[in-house]
């Protein structure tokens, strides 16, 4: 385990994993988030990661940025620092995944449900109550149309309104909902039906979905084809899956 201030960092059994572990609302400051940079600059280019899970400590996953840092002076460097990890996050060729156990608000809604899945603990709160403090989330607004009807868009982001994870998950923001007893437990239980897979697949399945976004779907069939033919066809772990499928055995993954 590396060694932050307020953060924790850690690989195991080819899952990193990015605690947020800044008191109990693990607020964002420029800090926090030099740290979370650096972390996911070590994990750049990795091919070897099944996924990178981010979780919290505390009651909150993470109430936002610091307002006290959206200064004249800091706003440049705050606003740089924090999309930075937007930015490096959309290098990262593994899923990734948040594990929200408490509210996500503001930045910390952003960075959740940036990634590529969330799963949510009963009741815990999301929101981007910006707007009541006369600014907008950019992050929220260049993402949340992919995965939400622009309608709620604009009332999420218009209106600031905080909704329950069950009503994010209804709207697409999350994938699942668990009890709050046994959270943790869960949710690597389901982390488990992923990390199951090959590494070297679950990369190409993800670099497949993503190439087809915003394309007509002849386009993006084209892409996901040459992927399959081109790269996922020429890994061990393809023929490997389908010889173990054939011979109604345990696929043995080499992650290549």
């Keep these: 385990m590396s060694d932050y201030k307020h953060i924790r960092f850690e690989t195991v059994e080819r899952v990193a994993y990015i605690t947020l572990c800044r008191e109990d609302l693990n607020v964002l400051n420029i800090a926090m988030m030099e740290e979370i940079n650096t972390a996911l600059e070590s994990l750049t280019g990795g091919n070897d990661l099944k996924a990178l899970v981010f979780k919290a400590d505390g009651k909150a996953f993470s109430a936002g940025v610091d307002v006290s840092e959206h200064t004249a002076e800091l706003v440049d460097k705050m606003i740089n620092t924090f999309h930075m990890m937007f930015r490096l996050l959309d290098g990262m060729q593994c899923p990734t995944i948040a594990f929200v156990q408490g509210a996500a608000l503001g930045g910390g809604c952003e960075l959740a449900c940036y990634c ?14 910006e707007i009541k403090v006369g ?65 070297a697949i679950l990369r190409l399945t993800k670099k497949a979905i993503r190439a087809g976004l915003n394309k007509p779907f002849k386009d993006a069939l084209s892409v996901a084809e040459q992927i399959y033919l081109r790269e996922m066809m020429s890994t061990r772990d393809a023929h490997e899956g389908l010889a173990a499928f054939m011979e109604k055995r345990a696929p043995k993954w080499e992650d290549g």
């Design 135 to 199: 600014v907008f989330p950019p992050v929220a607004a260049a993402v949340f149309p992919c995965h939400v009807h622009l309608k709620q868009v604009y009332e999420l982001l218009l209106t600031g309104d905080v909704i329950k994870a069950e009503q994010a998950m209804e709207i697409g923001l999350v994938n699942r909902v668990l009890p709050r007893e046994n959270f943790a437990a869960d949710c690597e239980a389901w982390l488990a039906r992923l990390t199951t897979n090959s590494a």
């Design 116 to 129: 590529d899945m969330v799963v949510a603990a009963e009741g815990v709160r999301f929101g981007q109550p």
